[in-house]
């Protein structure tokens, strides 16, 4: 983006050396990526009458001219300027001079005298294109006689000794009024404490003559794509001045193409002010709608709608676009170009002037899907504010119509569903000096925030102005203070704090444990995005419908908040497997959030804190992490059927358990299914677990994780159950630890198998059983004794069989 230099000392009062000025931008707003200084590149450039023109003799196109650069002698130029005639003002580059147009290319052309068909030229005549201002190339530039005389600098005339800043606007994203160079003068003013001198249109609706031949009727389907749109009708005059305007050089010299009074009108107010406008041929958008009138309807595209724009290009609309339309059929692509339907050309009478905000996000979207990257809709992307619209497309109508006899034959219509009014904020001087470490009094805030437009009430209330759509909440203004003031002018120092230990974090100390007890089973931490794609929810059957979407997400495939944890590291466990990697086991501990939850007491969405290891192996290896895990908390697991919940669906129900603690569902556990292992290219078993960790941390018992081990040789059996086909697992893991723990033996029990024969009445599960004794060495005849108690309980419990 670029600021003139010129136009900053118009509304503010800048009292510093450039350099200065650039390093207190850089520091308190922005950064400055360089500055160009125009007036060498002009320094030559001289305004000259042409007092003869004749023929070339023996050329079609050259004429002999003899200029006068205001000392009354003549100099001789041959032109081939189509349009170069005895009494016009011309601008003339004179022998030694460089070619604006290549100043600073490294390849400049030096300008000489040297013969053409047998005549002198001393220098040239020059076009836009010459001048650096444009691509116009069909004829010279030709200057108002009013306004200029010989001998005068093209330069000083045209305000081209001009310093311009070209800044670096990725930081200003979330300040549109800077993107105007008007709001962008309000900040230096603001940073360099001087005064600010407000143009006279944002003061007050510029005032201009119209009638009221032509109504227009304006529809927004959707205030919340479209909070505010304004038309006015404008009827041509019959040509335009011939001569370079002031505004065209105006336009060009910041970087944009000249290309005619009312374009570049339009495109001056949008430099200046930073809201866009846009101009329909009026009787051409009367037709497409078919009414007689224009009845414009701003609305979402329609899926399959198509849109031929006017590069000529016909693309495809997305029901996420804008589109204006002139009683619903589409003319444009709201922010971002025209139609060619409503094109104006040469034969255009009538021009209907649109001053409008959108959707920002909207914006941004319908800029990547179509490649749009005009002037105009960065900066829409920003979110132009609705009071904006009125003050510029009035000032549109006053301008033109004074300096080039345009015609108002409509008042300016406007559609403004729901005003926006920015709401005060209350603080105090003492807030802002605990925030940023600083020592203001009320004077000093107050005259740095109204020197920026804010509205300071009482003690201490602060509205901020209409452009700023970036204030919400009180930590906002008080960084406005701190930017504004300078950072780097706040004091250097420790802030005051007592030396109370603080409040030790539960769920921080059990994260940290969790940690290092999965780390010593081998598993290993991941930390995976929170956002992710519509592609992996649809992986693991997942709506996307019940994920918050993120409305500005900066890739496709970061749209959506994740509404559990373990999908992310099934996507994980298949990049490790490509890689080479087996046996391998992730865990993550992040936040997770479903929409259908809905929002807490302080209108939030309703967040977890969880935790998921994703493994490869089958269920009871993902259980034997999970008891492993929570034995060292001291808390009791208890394994259930239980129903899938929507966020669930990648696990396989014959094979999955809810996780129980004292009746309450903490979590779940179970094998992934076959269809979304294939959906990953998993090649083998894999199994997760996923908890909650503010359900479990109630549960935590102090001391917990400290066993006393037996000093004498354990006992290792494999027991095979005979047990009915619908037995809980768990169950039956149940019966067997209670056994051994009545003994109080240290005991470890791990599942070794489960088979279902053709006897589809029974199945047979296998652990192995490791225990021992505190107190002594078991004999055999002890040994059988306990392995005969497991089975005798597990036959009187659940009618269980050894075999």
């Known amino acids: 983006m670029i600021i003139s230099l010129n136009w900053l000392k118009k509304y503010a009062d800048i009292g510093v050396p450039t350099d200065e000025l650039v390093e207190l931008i850089g520091s308190r707003l922005v950064e400055v990526e360089e500055v160009i200084d125009l007036a060498p590149r002009y320094k030559d450039c001289v305004i000259v009458k042409v007092e003869q023109c004749d023929k070339v003799e023996g050329s079609d196109h050259l004429s002999l001219c003899q200029v006068n650069a205001g000392s009354g002698d003549l100099v001789q130029v041959v032109c081939g300027a189509n349009n170069v005639y005895a009494g016009m003002l011309a601008v003339w580059l004179p022998p030694k001079s460089v070619v604006p147009e290549t100043y600073g290319t490294g390849d400049e052309f030096v300008l000489e005298s040297r013969k053409l068909m047998g005549q002198v030229s001393n220098g040239m005549l020059a076009s836009m294109r010459e001048l650096g201002l444009g691509d116009d190339h069909d004829g010279i530039v030709e200057i108002d006689p009013e306004s200029a005389k010989p001998g005068d600098s093209f330069a000083e005339k045209f305000a081209l000794n001009d310093t311009l800043l070209d800044i670096e606007n990725k930081s200003l994203t979330h300040r549109p009024d800077c993107f105007g160079n008007v709001g962008f003068a309000r900040e230096v003013a603001g940073i360099l404490g001087s005064k600010f001198n407000e143009p006279p249109y944002f003061a007050e609706l510029s005032k201009f003559s119209h009638d009221d031949q032509e109504k227009i009727e304006i529809e927004i389907a959707d205030a919340e794509l479209c909070p505010r749109y304004q038309a006015v009708i404008m009827e041509l005059p019959e040509s335009y001045p011939r001569y370079l305007t002031p505004i065209a050089v105006d336009v060009a010299r910041v970087g944009m193409r000249a290309i005619d009074p009312v374009v570049d009108s339009a495109n001056l107010l949008m430099l200046l002010t930073g809201q866009p406008l846009h101009t329909f041929d009026y009787d051409k958008f009367v037709k497409v709608g078919g009414l007689g009138a224009a009845k414009v309807i701003v609305r979402a595209a329609k899926e399959g709608e198509k849109l031929e724009l006017l590069d000529g290009k016909t693309i495809e609309l997305d029901s996420k676009d804008i589109v204006i339309t002139s009683n619903d059929v589409p003319v444009a692509l709201a922010g971002a170009m025209g ?5 104006i050309d040469k034969s255009t009478k009538r021009i209907l002037v649109e001053s409008a905000t959108f959707n920002l996000y909207s914006m941004r979207g319908t800029q990547f899907r179509h490649g749009i990257f005009s002037e105009a809709i960065t900066r829409f992307t920003k979110g132009q504010p609705p009071a904006l619209t009125n003050f510029v497309i009035c000032k549109f109508a006053e301008m033109t119509s004074k300096i080039f006899g345009l015609k108002a034959v409509s008042k300016v219509f406007d559609a403004y569903p729901v005003e926006i009014v920015n709401q005060p904020i209350q603080l105090t001087v003492d807030d802002v000096n605990k925030l940023l470490g600083s020592g203001f009094d009320i004077k000093q805030v107050r005259a740095t925030l109204e020197n920026v437009g804010f509205a300071v009430h009482g003690e201490f209330k602060v509205t901020a102005p209409w452009w700023r759509t970036d204030i919400h909440i009180e930590e906002d203004v008080i960084e406005e203070v701190g930017r504004l003031t300078g950072f780097d002018n706040i004091l250097a120092k420790l802030p005051m704090r007592s030396f109370e230990m603080p409040t030790p974090d539960d769920l921080g100390d059990m994260k940290a444990k969790i940690r290092r007890v999965l780390s010593d089973m081998s598993a290993n931490e991941v930390l995976t995005y929170s956002f992710v794609g519509e592609r992996l929810l649809k992986k693991v059957g997942q709506d996307p419908a019940n994920s918050y979407k993120i409305i500005n997400s900066t890739s496709p495939e970061l749209q959506y908040v994740r509404q559990q944890l373990a999908p992310s590291l099934l996507e994980k466990v298949y990049k490790n497997t490509k890689a080479g990697y087996s046996g ?8 997770v959030f479903v929409k259908n939850e809905g929002m807490n007491g302080e209108n939030v969405p309703i967040q977890h804190d969880n935790l998921a290891l994703a493994v490869q192996g089958d269920f ?20 259930r059927n239980t ?22 569902q903490v979590g779940i556990v179970g094998g992934v299914a076959a269809g979304v292992k294939n959906n990953f290219k998993l090649a083998v078993d894999t199994s997760a677990f996923e908890i909650e960790l503010g359900l479990l941390l109630g549960k935590v018992k102090v001391g917990a994780g400290y066993k006393n081990q037996s000093g004498f040789q354990g006992v290792e059996r494999d027991m095979t159950f005979k047990v009915a086909v619908d037995m809980a697992f768990a169950k039956l893991e149940t019966t067997v630890k209670k056994t051994l723990q009545a003994d109080g033996l240290q005991s470890e029990i791990a599942p070794l198998d489960i088979y279902q024969g ?30 005969n108690k497991v089975a005798s309980a597990a036959r009187k419990e659940l009618n269980a069989e050894i075999i």
């Open 339 to 343: 139609g060619a339907n409503t094109a």
């Open 584 to 591: 391998i086991a992730l865990f993550e501990m992040n936040q």
């Open 620 to 639: 009871y290896l993902a259980k034997l992490f999970l008891n492993n895990l929570t034995d060292k908390f001291g808390i009791k697991l208890d394994y």
């Open 643 to 664: 129903e899938l919940g929507t966020t669930e669906t990648f696990y396989e129900p014959k094979h999955s358990a809810g996780v129980f603690v004292d009746d309450l």
């Open 758 to 787: 053709d006897d589809s009445a029974t199945k047979n599960i296998t652990f192995r059983i490791k225990f021992a004794s505190y107190d002594k060495t078991l004999n055999g005849q002890e040994i059988a004794g306990i392995v």
